[in-house]
């Protein structure tokens, strides 16, 4: 059935009161499904339909749910509620949740929590924000050594399903460090007496609390693992963190990287729920530096005044596309570093190796775009041959020139501490421009002596 068939039918039940009916329906979808549904009600038919739902239920809808939605919601139910909710929700889910609240609605949120569960979420909620221990989560299985794999499976059938998951087992002595991982199907097959220690990964991959969450996604891509642990400094088990949110991370990072890369400040607003005046912010900063970066490039053509004024109308007629081809080299460029950085494909350390292979791909699209624009100015613009041959050559000079400024800056930001993806295609571009305006008009005083 079409999802507009089943929102219309969803509507009509709740608007004739059929709430056992409508509790069956929804029962039927998917919690994604249910929360989508519940993002275009108001107040009242929010709270209403929140409260059909079994409770165990509504803590899966909840966690799918938008912040705003979220924050309604609590504002509108009772503290009991409230600690149900909570309850019944994953630690780390809770954790994310309270992280997108304002400060005073958080303090009532975790009043009436659970008084066991309040103390983990504070303990989460002072790990440094987008580190591995601010999202990760403690519903997993843990074993000490010399466990069984009877008792394992015995000890799984009675905890297993309030755990975020169960395909990995982690292994811990008895100061809790973590010894060693081990596969659910690796040990289903396995003879009931064998132990654990006997059948475990003993070189674990894991993170530690404080990394950044980008290394975390990254290893966690690398190794290709559905789930890493997270150990403290004493290489003490702590948590888990699942893929599910590995992918909420790539995602948020991603985002970031695009926002950069396009010269906006980053936002985690949502942009249809974003106010003009805060996209206004996110925007003016790099719009007004580069504005001021753009100076350089007209005082460049300032200084040249004489010479465009005694040159060709081919000339001054050549310079945006000079100046658009040199960006767009730059962007080529830079975009690969920026991508290979992010992937680990690319380190610091092979800087004059890409470099080198740069140099070698601006001389082939340099040599096309030069026969492409010498044949152009000569046939389309009916110049002289000196003239079709400054701006080829110009633009030759330029191509190979962004490609190198292209691959560079990235890894030069990289060195320095900053985000590569601060040297896209914006400022790339403007950068560029200057450049292949100094290599325009030398060559073309040189060549045709104005």
């Not at 040199?326 to 680990?344: K, V």
Request: charged share 25%.
């Amino acid at each position: 059935m079409e999802w507009e068939a089943i929102e219309a039918r969803l509507n009509a039940l709740l608007e004739a009161g059929r709430h056992g009916e409508m509790r069956g329906a929804m029962m039927m979808l998917n919690v994604v499904d249910i929360a989508q549904y519940m993002e275009k009600l108001d107040k009242e038919k929010l709270l209403l339909v929140f409260r059909i739902l079994p409770k165990d239920i509504s803590s899966d809808v909840f966690t799918y749910m938008s912040p705003e939605q979220k924050q309604l919601l609590i504002e509108s139910i009772g503290d009991q509620e409230i600690s149900t909710l909570i309850d019944n929700m994953f630690l780390d889910d809770a954790v994310d949740f309270l992280e997108e609240l304002p400060a005073g609605v958080v303090r009532r949120v975790l009043q009436s929590a659970p008084v066991e569960k309040r103390n983990l979420i504070n303990q989460f909620l002072r790990y440094p924000e987008n580190s591995a221990g601010s999202i990760m989560t403690i519903e997993y299985l843990e074993f000490h050594t010399g466990t069984t794999v009877e008792k394992a499976m015995e000890i799984i059938r009675k905890v297993g399903l309030d755990k975020e998951t169960i395909y990995t087992l982690y292994i811990i002595d008895e100061a809790r460090r973590l010894v060693g991982t081990l596969a659910l199907r690796k040990m289903i097959l396995a003879p009931q007496d064998a132990l654990l220690d006997d059948l475990m990964n003993k070189n674990p991959v894991s993170v530690c609390t404080t990394d950044d969450q980008e290394k975390v996604a990254d290893t966690v891509r690398r190794y290709d693992v559905m789930a890493i642990p997270v150990v403290d400094k004493e290489n003490r088990l702590v948590g888990i963190i699942t893929a599910d949110d590995v992918m909420d991370v790539i995602e948020d990072e991603n985002t970031e990287d695009i926002e950069k890369m396009a010269a906006l400040t980053p936002s985690e607003d949502e942009y249809l729920r974003t106010s003009p005046f805060r996209l206004f912010l996110n925007r003016i900063p790099w719009l007004l530096l580069l504005a001021v970066v753009a100076i350089f490039t007209g005082m460049i053509i300032e200084n040249y005044e004489g010479l465009l004024k005694n040159a060709s109308v081919v000339l001054t007629a050549c310079i945006p596309m000079l100046m658009d081809a040199g960006g767009n080299c730059g962007a080529q460029a830079s975009t690969l570093m920026i991508r290979g950085l992010a992937l680990g494909e690319i380190q610091l350390r092979d800087i004059f190796k890409i470099l080198w292979k740069e140099f070698r791909v601006g001389l082939l699209v340099g040599l096309a775009l030069f026969l492409f624009t010498l044949a152009r100015v000569l046939v389309v613009n009916q110049a002289s041959f000196l003239v079709a041959l400054v701006v080829a050559s110009s633009l030759y000079l330029t191509v190979i020139i962004a490609k190198l400024i292209g691959c560079s800056l990235p890894l030069l930001a990289k060195r320095v501490g900053l985000d590569p993806a601060l040297m896209a295609s914006p400022l790339i571009t403007t950068l560029v421009d200057a450049t292949s305006l100094m290599i325009y008009f030398n060559i073309a005083t040189l060549v045709l002596r104005l």
